[in-house]
């Protein structure tokens, strides 16, 4: 029986984190039309920006002492200095090195946040969601 | 399989706080939830549970038996009350979303004869939660 549980349960801890960022869908691989025909408005050559919402998962084993997964201040505190003090008010393309090359979609920016939390030691990263808009959201596993 | 999804709103009050800790040692790891007077919150749980849908009513479960279930196990239990006094299952334990989510679970799961419990997600406010599945569940 785990700390966590017992009874084959996994108990999951999920918080959420607000950023404003802005961005521009853009693929140096496609000619300017297709970028046009492909993203649409998001590919404005100005950018423009959205309110993210980014929902981070992680399990693990409940402490006895404090009744956590892991300290909400250690994770905030890690998420605050791995992600949103990068991408909160920036612009996506040209302030975050990753979105040089990589086309700041909210697939990949899934996949970066996943690659930036997974360092967080006190619980094991289950999956990260991002909400674009409130009818626009993509998640993330690592798999 | 479907899976079906009841959500009920509680308000209870809280306090964070470890006899075995100091007072320092308290306010370093719960901060503002230490506060010796307490707080509360607004909790949101979404019960959800799986099954296959009974061929004579269409309905993995009847509805109507979940909100009364909710009402007696969860609502009557813990709206308006103080998590660390007056909930029996709590006692002994620092009253965390994970906690409470915990014991939740273990009220609600063996009286759900209709279809299985499948997850229940508490939300203490909308940005943090506490989710239990079963193991292997995978659940999104």
Redesign the interface.
């Known amino acids: 029986m785990s700390a966590?549980?017992g009874?084959?349960?996994?108990?999951?801890?999920?918080?959420?984190?607000h950023f404003a960022a802005s961005h521009r869908l853009h693929s140096a691989k496609l000619s300017a039309e297709e970028n046009r025909r492909v993203y649409g408005k998001c590919n404005n050559p100005h950018g423009h920006g959205h309110n993210y919402v980014l929902e981070v998962?992680v399990s693990g084993e409940?402490d006895a002492?404090?009744?956590?997964?892991a300290?909400?201040?250690d994770l905030d505190a890690f998420v605050g200095r791995e992600v949103l003090e990068s991408f909160d008010h920036r612009n996506l393309n040209e302030e975050v090195a990753a979105f040089r090359d990589v086309v700041p979609t909210t697939e990949n920016l899934c996949k970066e946040a996943y690659a930036r939390i997974k360092g967080f030691g006190a619980a094991r990263l289950l999956?990260v969601?991002i909400e674009e808009t409130g009818n626009n959201s993509f998640?993330y596993d690592g798999k | 399989m479907i899976t079906i999804t009841r959500k009920i709103e509680f308000s209870a009050s809280h306090r964070y706080d470890n006899p075995a800790f100091s007072p320092e040692e308290n306010r370093r790891v719960f901060g503002k939830c230490n506060n010796p007077h307490g707080h509360g919150h607004n909790y949101t749980l979404e019960v959800t549970v799986a099954g296959e849908p009974d061929p004579q009513t269409g309905m993995v479960l009847d509805l109507k038996e979940l909100k009364e279930l909710l009402e007696r196990e969860v609502m009557r239990r813990m709206d308006h009350r103080h998590l660390n006094f007056e909930v029996p299952e709590l006692a002994g334990k620092i009253p965390t979303c994970e906690n409470i989510a915990q014991v939740l679970w273990e009220l609600l799961e063996p009286k759900i004869t209709q279809g299985r419990l499948h997850k229940i997600r508490l939300y203490e406010s909308p940005d943090l939660y506490a989710e239990c599945r079963r193991n292997g569940t995978g659940g999104a």
């Not at chain 1, 009874?7 to 984190?17: D, F, N, S, T």
């Not at chain 1, 002492?65 to 997964?69: F, N, R, S, V, Y």
């Open positions: 966590a549980g009874a084959g349960i996994e108990i999951v801890l999920g918080r959420r984190y998962q409940v002492a404090t009744g956590m997964i300290n909400l201040a999956r969601r998640e």
